[in-house]
Every structure is written in C-alpha cells, then in structure tokens.
T-cell receptor, first 118, second 110 residues
Framework: EAQVTQNPRYLITVTGKKLTVTCSQN?????MSWYRQDPGLGLRQIYY???????DKGDVPEGYKVSRKEKRNFPLILESPSPNQTSLYFC?????????????????FGSGTRLTVV | RKEVEQDPGPFNVPEGATVAFNCTYS??????FFWYRQDCRKEPKLLMS???SGNEDGRFTAQLNRASQYISLLIRDSKLSDSATYLC???????????FGKGTTLSVSS
C-alpha cells in the first residue's frame, strides 16, 4: 500500500531531551516536507526537501533539524525540545511540486505525530 | 508573506443542503490549486484539484477565478459524512511548497 509512515504517533517528552520523529514513504517521491499544525494557525511548513541531500527551511524552522540521506526517509529532529514545540506534526510527500501541466499532483500526508513537551 | 484566506466557519447545515466555500489567494502568479479535507485530528487528504475550466467530482464542484483570485468549492446534497474541515491550498510557484489556508469547518446535521 502506498503510504507515508510517521512514528511515533504520540510522544510526551521533557524539555531539552533530544528526539527524532521518523517519516518514510514508499512511493519513490522526490519531494518531502514537514508541517506543524496548531489551533488558529493552520498548517505551517517547517522544512522541506526537493531530493536526496537537498533540504531547505520553511516558514517555522527554528528549533528543528532535518536530513535526507535516502529518498524514502525524512526524519525531523528536535535537538532541545521546548514547550512551544508542543503541536501536531505531519510529514508529507509528493512526486513533484505541481507545475503547469501536472495540476493533479498534491501531497500524501502521514497520519501525524502528536508531540507534547512538558 | 503570501496568504490564502478562508472563512473559518463553522458552517452548520442540514443533510441535503447545498453549501459553498470560498477562498482567496494573494499571489496572482499562483499556478496550482487544491481542496483538501481534514477530519478531526487526522491527516489532510486531497479532495480535488481545481482547474480554470472548473471540475466536478460527484457532489463536489470546484471553480477557479484567476482574475479575482478566488477558488470555490460547492457541495451538493450534503451528507453527515461531509462534516470536516476543508482546506484551500495554493502552489505559488512551480517547485515550491503548497500554501494552506486555515480551513473552513463544515458540520452537517440530521
């Protein structure tokens, strides 16, 4: 089954304890991205990757790191989590960012990771 | 910062009603447009792409007006299962990220 798999689904951690949220896709997608979703703020992009070894900042990258060593994996790393990083996180992937002539392409999202930092 | 604006709702309608959502985007160079559906605390799922010529998928019709920079979604004969948040999504420039609106909440009651 074609899917984006995130782990863990739920995580409660303490301030300052490094954590990694994994994301893996089995669709050979070039593009992968991380979003966080907070009430009243919608989905905000954290980091994205156009392909292996190519990553770039989104709108809210502070406090996060990513890596793209393989096409299928795009882990999100919080080196020193803080309570303001408590949020619902989604990983997403796509064959390509939609461009002219490929208007039916969108994202496939993972099921989400609910992170609480206390 | 380029924006995608939606009326947050909630829209409360009875079963069988027709409901329309609008969305405006600020960047006239935007190239691709989508509607996503998100159920409570679950991942967004692509509902349909939006083309300039308009497109229909069963009870759902999407329209794009480039001159006025708005996108619409029409749902006919609403079902209880249509209750969800509908996200308007815009791709500004080929090769960059999708920009999500904050969503419009629909509640269909019997």
């Amino acid at each position: 089954e074609a899917q984006v798999t995130q782990n863990p689904r739920y995580l409660i951690t303490v301030t300052g304890k490094k954590l990694t949220v994994t994301c893996s896709q089995n669709m050979n997608h070039e593009y992968m991205s991380w979003y966080r979703q907070d009430p009243g703020l919608g989905l905000r992009q954290i980091y994205y990757s156009m392909n292996v070894e190519v990553t770039d900042k989104g709108d809210v990258p502070e406090g996060y790191k990513v890596s793209r060593k393989e096409k299928r994996n795009f882990p999100l790393i919080l080196e020193s989590p803080s309570p303001n990083q408590t949020s619902l996180y989604f990983c997403a992937s796509s064959f390509k960012i939609p461009d002219l002539g490929h208007l039916n392409y969108g994202y496939t999202f993972g099921s989400g990771t609910r992170l609480t930092v206390v | 910062r380029k924006e995608v604006e939606q009326d947050p709702g909630p829209f409360n309608v009875p079963e069988g009603a027709t409901v329309a959502f609008n969305c405006t985007y600020s960047n006239s160079a935007s190239q691709s447009f989508f509607w996503y559906r998100q159920d409570c605390r679950k991942e967004p799922k692509l509902l349909m792409s939006v083309y300039s010529s308009g497109n229909e998928d069963g009870r759902f019709t999407a329209q794009l007006n480039r001159a006025s920079q708005y996108i619409s979604l029409l749902i006919r004969d609403s079902k209880l299962s249509d209750s969800a948040t509908y996200l308007c999504v815009v791709n500004e420039v080929a090769g960059t990220a999708l920009i999500f609106g904050k969503g419009t909440t629909l509640s269909v009651s019997s």
